[in-house]
């Protein structure tokens, strides 16, 4: 079974940072594609930031030179950090994993963290 642990999120000013975590645990085999999402009340779920193709950084233009993602040497934490913050961009984030597991390849959400930007 693998699990995915989120951290990092709270409540921040305008123009202020947080970095978010995303721990991997269990049994896993590999990490392929590394994603993180966000949804605002009212709104869709959207992707903000994905490390792709074992490598390739992506980002929404809403977050692009802003927010960077990345994972540990070991490949098994995530991170978003989030720097110049925007009421906007106040939400709940998830990360997404493709991970190939004991039990085969999936993909797997973590549980979400509040990430609030307000003065």
């Known amino acids: 079974q693998v699990q995915l642990v989120e951290s990092g999120g709270g409540l921040v000013q305008p123009g202020g940072s947080l970095r978010l975590s995303c721990a991997a645990s269990?049994?896993?085999?590999?990490?392929?594609?590394v994603m993180w999402y966000r949804q605002a009340p009212g709104k869709q779920r959207e992707l903000v930031a994905a490390?792709?193709?074992?490598?390739?950084?992506r980002y929404a233009d809403s977050v692009k030179d802003r927010f960077t993602i990345s994972r540990d040497n070991a490949a098994i934490t995530m991170y978003l950090q989030m720097n110049s913050l925007k009421p906007e961009d106040t939400a709940v984030y998830y990360c997404?994993?493709?991970?190939?597991?004991?039990?085969?390849?999936?993909?797997?959400w973590g549980q979400g963290t509040q990430v609030t930007v307000s003065s």
């Open positions: 269990g049994s896993i085999v590999k990490i392929y594609d």
């Open positions: 997404n994993l493709d991970i190939l597991g004991s039990g085969g390849r999936r993909t797997y």
């Open positions: 490390i792709i193709n074992g490598g390739i950084t």
